[in-house]
T-cell receptor
Framework: AQRVTQPEKLLSVFKGAPVELKCNYS??????LFWYVQYSRQRLQLLLR??SRESIKGFTADLNKGETSFHLKKPFAQEEDSAMYYC?????????????FGKGTKLSVKP | GAGVSQSPSNKVTEKGKDVELRCDPI?????LYWYRQRLGQGLEFLIY????????KSGLPSDRFSAERTGESVSTLTIQRTQQEDSAVYLC???????????????FGEGSRLTVL
């Protein structure tokens, strides 16, 4: 079954420290993975997708098919990075068409 | 506005009553999704529309839940005979589909917070 696991509910780091939000997935096909972010009092929005291989707001994520992981990383956390982060797996194919989300990790960056 | 619009933003109802939640997607977005987020939980997929057909209803938790969509526009999610466990934030999202391929970028509304007493 398709599944996304984010093992940490809460991650707290100090400003300037490296941060890694973990995401593991279970998918039988060729996965497409995404990170979504929800800042306080804002809508859930796309942060980055693995096929773009982009860096957004200093964040990167590499798809590791061997470990079935898509961890989100940033070398130096900023206070404005504090938010809820959701890892998501596309489930498009046949009659299915949705993103499967993990339960989310709340990142708190302390001054 | 240009974003996904949901109404009502807050709804308090009594157990056993029916509720209707509305979603106005971004103009031109053919795909529309409903998700549910219970307190402290992740996003739970409910239903997906492509145009006005629903090829994936796999997430609807019971037959008390139904949804419809008019053309490639407004969608309503109806919950009949509400129960306390239906209390959650109901999120709607829309996205573009290019030549049958989903972009994977969902644009979310602010959600409708439902409280069943």
């Amino acid at each position: 079954a398709q599944r996304v696991t984010q093992p940490e509910k809460l991650l707290s780091v100090f400003k300037g420290a490296p941060v890694e939000l973990k995401c593991n997935y279970s998918y039988s096909g060729s996965p497409e993975l995404f990170w979504y972010v929800q800042y306080s009092r804002q809508r859930l929005q796309l942060l980055l997708r693995h096929i773009s291989r982009e860096s957004i707001k200093g964040f990167t994520a590499d798809l590791n098919k061997g470990e079935t992981s898509f961890h989100l990383k940033k070398p130096f956390a900023q206070e404005e990075d504090s938010a809820m982060y959701y890892c998501a797996l596309s489930n498009y194919g046949g009659s299915q068409g949705n993103l499967i989300f993990g339960k989310g990790t709340k990142l708190s960056v302390k001054p | 506005g240009a974003g996904v619009s949901q109404s009502p933003s807050n709804k308090v109802t009594e157990k056993g009553k029916d509720v209707e939640l509305r979603c106005d997607p971004i103009s031109g977005h053919t795909a529309l999704y409903w998700y549910r987020q219970r307190l402290g939980q992740g996003l739970e997929f409910l239903i997906y529309f492509q145009g006005n057909s629903a090829p994936d209803k796999s997430g609807l938790p019971s037959d008390r839940f139904s949804a419809e969509r008019t053309g490639e526009s407004v969608s309503t999610l109806t919950i009949q005979r509400t129960q306390q466990e239906d209390s959650a934030v109901y999120l709607c999202a829309s996205s573009l589909v290019f030549t049958g391929r989903h972009t994977g970028e969902l644009f979310f509304g602010e959600g409708s917070r439902l409280t069943v007493l």
